[in-house]
């Protein structure tokens, strides 16, 4: 896991209509939360709407908030370019959804699954790497993202971010072959 205090990864990736999105796009943001998800997951189909609605809460507040999919869209058609598009309408998605065609931005955070999320501070150091909530697929457990809101929370309140955080669970990163990470297992 990338450890707690790191500064963001430096990253620029092109949005679904051809817009260069970097993290220099988020200076003013008093955070950013940078969240590594995919179309074809139960896992974030889970959470999807949940995920909706966060985005439109906390970029109300003034946060930065983009969504990134590093998964092969070889191995997984569902999760290519054109399929995110229509996924991010569907989903309500007001916040923007990049395709990380090489994967190197994912193995700069050490995103492992998706849906993995990544909160940083006002100056761009790493704060919180944990879940979403204790909601699964089949856990009956409902899906309100207490977790990661409480850290957006403390954050936009210029208070210390819990220590103790529960990483994320949910579907590997599909690497190309020969792309995996060292860190992937």
């Known amino acids: 896991m990338l450890p707690l205090g790191t500064h963001a990864p430096d990253f620029s990736l092109k949005e679904l209509g051809g817009q260069p999105v970097t993290l220099r796009s988020f200076a003013d943001a008093p955070a950013l939360l940078v969240m590594f998800i995919c179309n074809h997951c139960p896992f974030v189909k889970h959470v999807r709407d949940e995920l909706a609605r966060l985005g439109r809460d906390y970029q109300a507040r003034g946060v930065g908030v983009v969504a990134i999919s590093a998964n092969d869209a070889e191995q997984k058609p569902e999760d290519s370019p054109e399929r995110m598009r229509e996924e991010a309408r569907a989903a309500g998605y007001t916040f923007p959804y990049l395709h990380d065609e090489t994967q190197e931005v994912a193995k700069a955070y050490r995103a492992a ?3 993995d999320f ?3 501070d006002g100056d761009r150091k790493l704060v919180y790497r944990g879940q979403l909530d204790g909601s699964r697929p089949g856990n009956d457990v409902p899906v309100t993202g207490v977790d990661l809101r409480t850290a957006l929370d403390a954050v936009l ?4 971010v819990p220590r103790n955080q529960t990483p994320s669970i949910g579907c590997n990163i599909k690497w ?3 792309n995996e990470p060292d860190y992937a297992g």
């Open 113 to 115: 699954c998706t849906p």
């Open 118 to 120: 990544f909160l940083f």
């Open 157 to 160: 309140a210029g208070e210390e």
């Open 176 to 178: 190309r072959p020969g």
